[in-house]
């Protein structure tokens, strides 16, 4: 196992500027911890109603999804592994629990060469979204998208700016509350905010096992 978490890796000194919680978190990977977060979102889904079938027609992928509410129950599961090249990854999986249904969230990050924290969307990690992380004065963790592409197979396909979201993501310890707070947004350069999630969980560093995620191996150079 590394001596760096993914997010270690790419913050750098910047680490030691986080919430010694927030700090704690993003260094479970390093220390091999499979964590499981639980908790409630005040808000998730699309924000705008007419965007709801765009959305709900991809739902399967388990990517993003066309339900939308407040109050849904959300768990967290993060499990470190190494992928097919020996670079540690992190992968999660999200579930939703809306009133009718849940919808699920499956992902891969890995630290790319660039400098960029990359990450695999959907069960087969079929789209790729590449964020830049950073610490904020507060001492937050804050990331935001610069590029996103399709996978086919092993082609590599960029999505037009027009045709994508800005990703931005805002993740902080609440002292008040002794929970973790995120706030995950997705902004079109046309059409605004078009999805988002937000809300708070409290985390246990050892509650999950390997198992408990599909650590898919990402096959791919950087």
């Known amino acids: 196992m590394a001596h760096r978490s993914v997010y270690q890796a790419l913050l750098g000194d910047q680490t030691d500027s986080l919430q010694p919680e927030l700090s704690h978190y993003v260094g479970g990977a390093a220390r091999g911890e499979a964590g499981v977060g639980r908790g409630v979102y005040a808000f998730a889904g699309p924000t705008k109603a007419w965007l709801v079938p765009l ?3 991809i739902a399967r992928a388990d990517a993003l999804f066309g339900e939308r509410g407040n109050g849904v129950g959300l768990t967290v ?3 470190p592994h190494s992928d097919a090249h020996g670079r540690l990854c992190l992968s999660s999986t999200r579930t939703f629990a809306f009133a009718t249904v849940t919808r ?5 990050m890995l630290a790319g060469r660039d400098g960029l924290l990359h990450d695999f969307l959907g069960r087969t990690r079929f789209l790729e979204v590449s ?18 592409w399709l996978w086919l197979g092993r082609l590599r396909l960029a999505v037009p700016r027009l045709l994508s979201a800005r990703v931005d993501l805002l ?3 609440d002292a008040a509350s002794t929970c973790q707070r995120v706030d995950v947004t997705l902004t079109h350069p046309v059409f605004g905010q078009v999805f988002a999630y937000r809300g708070s969980f409290e985390y246990d560093p050892r509650a999950g096992r390997v198992d408990d995620v599909e650590t898919t191996r990402i096959d791919r150079r950087y």
């Open 131 to 148: 964020l830049r992380l950073s610490v904020s004065p507060e001492g937050w963790l804050q990331m935001r998208s610069v590029g996103t």
């Open 55 to 57: 959305f709900a027609a």
């Open 77 to 79: 599961v993060n499990v």
């Open 171 to 173: 993740e902080r310890w």
């Open 104 to 108: 699920t969230m499956q992902d891969t």
